[in-house]
């Protein structure tokens, strides 16, 4: 079974400009959540959805914004980019909600803002 | 408000001896626990998890956790290390319907 998988990679984007990060999760699993890692803040929740709809959300501002579809897939927006959004974003599914069910992992985004 | 706490940055072990990482918790209520690892380049991999029940937990590539109520800690241990086990470790809390706090991670190295 294919694991997570997330495109691009790698981003690079100048200040002001925003980014839209896309998470495939495994098949079958219904839920995905989004998380931000920074050498400085760590590891941090930003939002989860499961049936297309947010079930949780992180203490992050507006501009950070999401989706799911009906397939599952995930995408993650992230306008007006700034400095400190320099991060990996990690993208985690799971076949339910809450945390009884394990969460796999991507091998995450690398974005950098310039 | 759940936290977690992993006292050691960095950690250097020798190849064969024991590894014990620290993690302390703070949670209101029974707390649902979980040890991931992390190496360069890669995604977060499930070690074990805690959510009730026998308070030592077996995981896999051989590691163990023991969750000690009493000095809200939830320790991890090898008793032998592999030079694959050089990675980073992430502690981290939750309630059953909450996401993940994660603690700032244990960078090991393993020396031959």
């Known amino acids: 079974k294919a694991g997570v998988t997330q495109t691009p990679r790698y981003l690079i984007k100048t200040r002001g400009q925003q980014v839209t990060l896309s998470c495939s999760p495994i098949?079958?699993?219904?839920?995905v959540s989004w998380y931000q890692q920074t050498p400085g803040q760590g590891l941090q929740f930003l939002f989860e959805y499961f049936s297309e709809t947010q079930r949780n959300k992180g203490n992050f501002p507006g501009r950070f914004s999401g989706r799911q579809f009906s397939n599952s897939r995930s995408e993650m927006n992230v306008s007006t980019l700034e400095l400190g959004d320099s991060a990996l974003y990690l993208c985690a599914s799971s076949l339910g909600t809450g945390l009884l069910y394990e969460q796999y992992f991507g091998p995450g985004t690398r974005l950098t803002v310039t | 408000a759940q936290s977690v706490t992993q006292p050691d940055i960095h950690i250097t072990v020798s190849e064969g001896a024991s590894l014990e990482l620290r993690c302390n918790y703070s949670y209101g209520a029974t707390p649902y626990l979980f040890w991931y690892v992390q190496s360069p380049g890669q995604g977060l991999q499930l070690l074990l998890k805690?959510?009730?029940?026998?308070?030592l937990v077996q995981g896999i590539k051989g590691f163990e956790a023991e969750f000690k109520r009493s000095q809200s800690s939830f320790n991890l241990r090898k008793p032998s290390v592999h030079w694959s086990d050089a990675a980073e470790y992430f502690c981290?809390?939750?309630?059953?319907?909450?996401?993940?706090?994660f603690g700032a991670g244990t960078t090991v190295t393993v020396r031959a």
């Open positions: 805690y959510f009730s029940g026998d308070t």
């Open positions: 098949s079958g699993h219904r839920s």
């Open positions: 981290a809390v939750g309630a059953r319907d909450y996401k993940l706090s």
